[in-house]
């Protein structure tokens, strides 16, 4: 088989970095390099958890599949797996797709089920697992087929980090208070936070009952 580029800026699950590192078919790298890309020659690039533009000389000369945590064509752009929590959206898919000029709009060659309950980190090491598997079975396939995307399509910015305030759900009902800080729990992420005073407030490991959500917090001075 030839080889397989996998790219990544988040740092993997040890199991599954290992694999990958010590398998004779891929190679993984943390940004695009050209001069690097072009003496492998690979079959196939894949991305995961990238949030840039890959420059058209790569997808014009190699076949780049690109991995979005969404039923695609629905919740294109940033922060899928937060704003599918936000409309109250549990279960769905993690589409794989050709890497085109159109943001997230490139044909179907591949979907399957996750999850979107509990804290996010648990969410993207799932979809990372998910999304390993699906990298297995594509390129095992001889001829990898596409699918045009179907159905509404909608489109979402990436969120900011002080949209993690958490005076934004701070009337809402207990399950949307719950939800809104665990979508934000994971490493390198902006944490669900309030300001007391001149200090920030984070927001971690939360559970739900009927009468409370409880969690951990973290007090840090505020800059």
Same mark, same amino acid.
């Given at each position: 088989?030839?080889?397989?580029?996998?790219?990544?800026?988040?740092?993997?699950?040890?199991?599954? &970095?290992?694999?990958?590192?010590?398998?004779?078919?891929?190679?993984?790298?943390?940004?695009?390099?050209?001069?690097?890309? +072009?003496?492998?020659? /690979?079959?196939?690039?894949?991305?995961?958890?990238?949030?840039?533009? *890959?420059? $058209?000389?790569?997808?014009?000369?190699?076949?780049?599949?690109?991995?979005?945590?969404?039923?695609? /064509?629905?919740?294109?752009?940033?922060?899928?797996?937060? +704003?599918?929590?936000?409309?109250?959206?549990?279960?769905?898919?993690?589409?794989?797709?050709?890497?085109?000029?159109?943001?997230?709009?490139?044909?179907?060659?591949?979907?399957?089920?996750?999850?979107?309950?509990?804290?996010?980190?648990?969410? &993207?090491?799932?979809? $990372?697992?998910?999304?390993? $598997?699906?990298?297995?079975?594509?390129?095992?396939?001889?001829?990898?087929?596409?699918?045009?995307?179907?159905?509404?399509?909608?489109?979402?910015?990436?969120?900011? /980090?002080?949209?993690?305030?958490?005076?934004? *759900?701070?009337?809402?009902?207990?399950?949307?208070? &719950?939800?809104?800080?665990?979508?934000?729990?994971? +490493? +390198?992420?902006?944490?669900?936070?309030?300001?007391?005073?001149?200090? =920030?407030? $984070?927001?971690?490991?939360?559970?739900?009952?009927?009468?409370?959500?409880?969690? =951990?917090?973290?007090?840090?001075?505020? =800059?």
């Amino acid at each position: 088989m030839s080889k397989i580029i996998i790219i990544s800026k988040k740092k993997w699950d040890e199991i599954n &970095y290992n694999f990958c590192k010590n398998s004779k078919d891929f190679i993984l790298l943390d940004n695009i390099n050209l001069k690097k890309i +072009n003496q492998i020659k /690979p079959r196939i690039i894949f991305f995961i958890f990238w949030s840039k533009k *890959v420059p $058209e000389k790569i997808f014009s000369n190699f076949l780049c599949i690109q991995f979005h945590s969404s039923d695609l /064509p629905k919740f294109k752009g940033g922060s899928p797996i937060q +704003n599918q929590i936000l409309s109250k959206i549990y279960k769905t898919k993690l589409s794989a797709f050709q890497i085109n000029k159109k943001i997230d709009g490139g044909d179907i060659c591949m979907k399957s089920n996750i999850s979107l309950y509990g804290k996010a980190e648990n969410i &993207y090491k799932n979809i $990372e697992k998910k999304a390993l $598997e699906m990298i297995l079975k594509i390129s095992k396939k001889k001829k990898i087929s596409f699918k045009k995307q179907k159905g509404r399509s909608s489109f979402y910015y990436r969120r900011k /980090p002080y949209q993690s305030d958490l005076s934004y *759900v701070i009337n809402k009902k207990l399950d949307e208070i &719950y939800d809104f800080i665990r979508m934000l729990d994971a +490493n +390198n992420y902006p944490k669900a936070y309030y300001i007391l005073g001149n200090k =920030k407030i $984070e927001l971690s490991d939360v559970s739900l009952n009927d009468q409370f959500v409880k969690g =951990k917090f973290l007090i840090k001075k505020k =800059k």
